[in-house]
Structures are given as structure tokens and as C-alpha cells.
């Protein structure tokens, strides 16, 4: 099963600023149902990898 976290800091912090961006995607639909569970599935996914992303070596 592949990892659901990078190996590397530059490609963690890649993988937590598309993460943030597709929340503020869904912020802009916040008014629809599809775009409040957009925010809430790419937030818990940024912080999840922010988490992991404190584990990596430079």
C-alpha cells in the first residue's frame, strides 16, 4: 500500500498547499453542500499531512 504522506519536506509541504487550495476552492462554494464538504475532506486532509509533514527531515 503506498504511503499516504511524502517522503521529503519539499513534496509534504507541495502535497499541504494543494490541500489548501482545494479548501479554498470549496470556501468559495461554501453555499452548496458539495462545496461545504469539500472544505471539510481537503481541511482534515491539510492538517492531517501539517502532522505529518513536523515528522520529515530537512
Known amino acids: 500500500m ?3 504522506f511524502a517522503k521529503n519536506r519539499r513534496d ?3 502535497q499541504i498547499s494543494i490541500a489548501v487550495v482545494i479548501s479554498a476552492i470549496g ?3 461554501i453555499h452548496h453542500p458539495l462545496g461545504k464538504l ?3 475532506v481537503a481541511s ?3 492538517i492531517y499531512w501539517g502532522l505529518g509533514y513536523r515528522t520529515l527531515d530537512g
Do not use: I, Q
Open 2 to 4: 503506498a504511503r499516504a
Open 12 to 14: 509534504g509541504a507541495r
Open 27 to 29: 470556501l468559495m462554494g
Open 38 to 40: 469539500v472544505v471539510v
Open 44 to 46: 482534515a486532509v491539510a
